[in-house]
């Protein structure tokens, strides 16, 4: 009879510790997934405003390249109706013209650099707290600081997922740069062609000219391609990444 | 018994997430990639471009 007792009793004991160790368990891991999703938040925040500063400085150079090259465009014009004198002129404001881009470029560079700087102050803290949770390597289950099991597998997920819309921005980027390559080759070959047929230039040089416009249109189908693919591969690993955890719920 | 199926459950989930991560670290691989090529490439085309400035 005592024996029955006492099994009842470290029974119903087990029982209780049971209950509070996993309690416990889920107290911390929902303390683990709101540190998470706050670091999230404050990372898209920082995100969104370094795409803001470069949304501007972009705009600036785009304004200022266009104004520049049309100018220069306009002298190269004057240059070939100038005489020799004329056209030394013309040539030095053209190099002027080009110094002074540079100059801005760079200025423009600094204020970027200090933009940067402001930004990385106001999110110091948290890069620390990166840091910290990023010492611990890469092993599976409980590593990422103190994130274990499935709150790491989700942090690692949208660190993932971060990646890809990164990704996918400079894909979106070099599109542009691909309606800008396409417009120099046409102006590449509007340039040859008024070249011919003045007769500035004998058969080999246009024949080497051509030889250049072509290489560059095969560079330029073949990062159209790759981009098309590898807009393709992103969103089925963005679906991928998305089904990880949606199967194990 | 309560023990057991806890240790049981850490073991389930352990697993569900090595196998997530093996999956997640494939997809970041794959992007790394993707973003190597579209770099190379797209040097390569600048560098093209820019012997079209000769013309």
């Known amino acids: ?249 | 018994m309560v023990l057991f199926l806890s240790c049981r459950d850490t073991k389930k989930e352990q697993a569900e997430t090595e196998a997530a991560i093996e999956e997640i670290e494939a997809v970041e691989t794959e992007v790394e990639e993707i973003s190597t090529e579209v770099e190379k490439e797209s040097k390569e085309l600048e560098e093209a471009l820019k012997e079209l400035d000769s013309i």
Do not use: H, W
């Open chain 1, 1 to 249: 009879m005592k024996q029955i007792k006492n099994i009842i009793v470290m029974l119903i004991f087990s029982m209780l510790l049971g209950n509070q160790i996993s309690y416990a368990q889920q107290k911390t891991k929902e303390t683990k997934e709101k540190v998470v999703k706050e670091k999230k938040e404050i990372k898209q925040k920082k995100d969104k405003a370094a795409k803001e500063v470069k949304k501007e400085i972009q705009l600036e150079r785009k304004e200022l390249s266009k104004d520049s090259k049309s100018e220069i465009k306009d002298l190269k014009e004057k240059m070939k109706n100038a005489s020799p004198e004329e056209s030394e002129q013309i040539q030095k404001k053209i190099e002027a013209l080009k110094k002074n881009n540079k100059e801005e470029k760079e200025k423009i560079k600094e204020e970027r650099k200090d933009m940067k700087e402001e930004q990385d102050d106001d999110v110091k803290p948290m890069e620390v707290v990166d840091k910290e949770d990023n010492s611990e390597g890469n092993a599976y289950g409980k590593n990422k600081g103190e994130l274990k099991g499935r709150a790491f597998g989700q942090s690692r997920a949208n660190e993932a997922r971060q990646k890809i819309s990164v990704s996918q921005d400079q894909l979106e980027k070099r599109k542009e740069v691909v309606v800008s390559a396409r417009q120099r080759i046409d102006n590449a070959k509007k340039r040859l062609e008024i070249a011919k047929a003045e007769g500035e230039m004998t058969d080999e040089q246009v024949s080497a000219k051509e030889v250049k416009i072509k290489r560059a249109e095969e560079k330029l189908l073949q990062l159209e391609q790759t981009l098309k693919k590898s807009n393709e591969k992103l969103n089925k690993n963005k679906e991928k990444l998305e089904k990880v955890y949606e199967n194990k719920q």
